[in-house]
């Protein structure tokens, strides 16, 4: 069993910042990586990127350069910084944590939306 809440979202201006928090608790599978995912309203789940043990990041192309993943081992919490926010960048923001027995556990989301 594992427990996943996202924090941190909120309503900010085109071109702010803000940081997300995923914290994790139970039986996470450390070594596996840890994904942000992100879902617009009507769209489907997008994947915005990942952080491995090794404290390897990928991105998606429409993050990169923009969003910085981190992860804090000691509290099991990853965290999203992002960057020059844009309008599309609105959405809900969850986070995908891996377990011991292989399965994913998903939070239930905060909310990012980005005003013009």
């Known amino acids: 069993q594992v427990n996943v809440v996202e924090s941190g979202g909120g309503l900010v201006p085109a071109g702010g910042s803000l940081r997300l928090s995923c914290a994790a608790s139970g039986n996470i599978f450390t070594i596996r990586p840890m994904h942000w995912f992100r879902q617009a309203p009507g769209n489907q789940r997008e994947w915005v990127g990942s952080i491995a043990d090794s404290d390897h990041t990928n991105y998606a192309e429409s993050v990169l350069g923009r969003f910085t993943i981190s992860r804090e081992n000691a509290k099991n919490t990853m965290y999203l910084q992002m960057e020059s926010l844009k309008p599309e960048d609105t959405a809900v923001y969850y986070c995908?944590?891996?377990?011991?027995?292989?399965?994913?556990?998903w939070g239930k989301g905060t909310l990012v939306t980005v005003s013009s």
């Open positions: 995908r944590i891996t377990a011991s027995n292989g399965m994913d556990y």
